[in-house]
Nanobody, 120 residues
Framework: QVQLVESGGGLVQAGGSLRLSCAAS????????MGWYRQAPGKQRELVAS??????????NYVDSVKGRFTISRDNAKNTVDLQMNSLKPEDTAVYYC???????????WGQGTQVTVSS
């Protein structure tokens, strides 16, 4: 059973930074495609950033609205996936979720989410 636990959310002023971390157990982050998603009130959950498995090249992907500001990274030793968020904007306010999916599998797992609030 894969479990994902997010941490690092909080309240920050516009222009500030936060670093989210997703700790995985039951599976290695290095063999899965890992993603950070967010859901703002009244909106659909959207993909923010993803990183493919090492065997798939570890490619990263970002939604246009965060390119140049957010960075996804993986720490294989700690079995975590982090999201460094810089130059935060009020529109980044959302609950951020971590997702894990094995390559070629239809099964995926979600964390419980962590709230990020950016004040103007």
């Amino acid at each position: 059973q894969v479990q994902l636990v997010e941490s690092g959310g909080g309240l920050v002023q516009a222009g500030g930074s936060l670093r989210l971390s997703c700790a995985a157990s039951g599976s290695s982050v290095s063999i899965n495609t890992m993603g950070w998603y967010r859901q703002a009130p009244g909106k659909q959950r959207e993909l923010v950033a993803s990183i493919s498995s090492i065997s798939s090249g570890g490619r990263t992907n970002y939604v246009d609205s965060v390119k140049g500001r957010f960075t996804i990274s993986r720490d294989n030793a700690k079995n975590t996936v982090d999201l460094q968020m810089n130059s935060l904007k009020p529109e980044d306010t959302a609950v951020y979720y971590c997702k894990s999916q094995a390559p070629g599998s239809f099964s995926f797992y979600w964390g419980q989410g962590t709230q990020v609030t950016v004040s103007s």
